[in-house]
T-cell receptor
């Protein structure tokens, strides 16, 4: 158990719909990362938040957005869903600081299926 | 894009050492080598990281060549539970930066 929790575990929805994935980081971790893992693209970084502020952006579509709340939990919003958005979505968290605290702890993931 | 090259797959007999190679010929002086693994569809798990010296922890050993262009992750006594995809990642160690995953090596430990 990494200490990072994600809900829901599974999500099945239809094309065109909107969903929200939730992540609670480990206690004390200020950074939250979202990654997408699909069969054809592998594990890809989407976006990072640090203490409520967006810090880095990866291959995140404009239809996707995220935020980090004052209690440090984060939500990833996916809208106008397409079949190709079906994937595993992972959240990870880490402590801000130097060595050896750059390890990222991953949650169990949310499996999204778009039908 | 990932800055590392790894074999697609490897097999290892249970109880034997698993040696997973990684090439990172364009690594910069301030970049570390990180290893993560992903068991089935679970979240990736940190294994070890290093800069230029060899490193060892309770999970594995990391051997980095003197020119730092390649490294080897060693699982000293592989078990069936070590069957996973292993990712070698190069990354600066200052602050918290995203991980850039390549395709990794699928290690199958065989009884």
């Amino acid at each position: 158990d990494s200490g990072v929790t994600q809900t829901p575990k599974h999500l099945i929805t239809a094309t065109g719909q909107r969903v929200t994935l939730r992540c609670s980081p480990r206690s004390g971790d200020l950074s939250v990362y979202w990654y997408q893992q699909s069969l054809d693209q592998g594990l890809q970084f989407l976006i990072q938040y640090y203490n409520g502020e967006e810090r880095a952006k990866g291959n995140i579509l404009e239809r996707f957005s995220a935020q980090q709340f004052p209690d440090l939990h984060s939500e990833l919003n996916l809208s106008s869903l397409e079949l190709g958005d079906s994937a595993l979505y992972f959240c990870a968290s880490s402590v801000e600081g130097g060595e050896p605290y750059n390890e990222q702890f991953f949650g169990p993931g949310t499996r999204l299926t778009v039908l | 894009d990932a800055k590392t090259t790894q074999p697609t797959s490897m097999d290892c007999a249970e109880g034997r050492a698993a040696n997973l190679p990684c090439n990172h010929s364009t690594i910069s002086g301030n970049e570390y080598v990180y290893w993560y693994r992903q068991i089935h569809s679970q979240g990736p798990q940190y294994i070890i990281h290093g800069l230029k010296n060899n490193e060892t922890n309770e999970m594995a050993s990391l051997i980095i060549t003197e020119d730092r262009k390649s490294s080897t992750l060693i699982l000293p006594h592989a078990t069936l539970r070590d069957t996973a995809v292993y990712y070698c990642i190069v990354r600066v160690n200052s602050g918290n930066t995203p991980l850039v995953f390549g395709k990794g090596t699928r290690l199958s430990v065989i009884a």
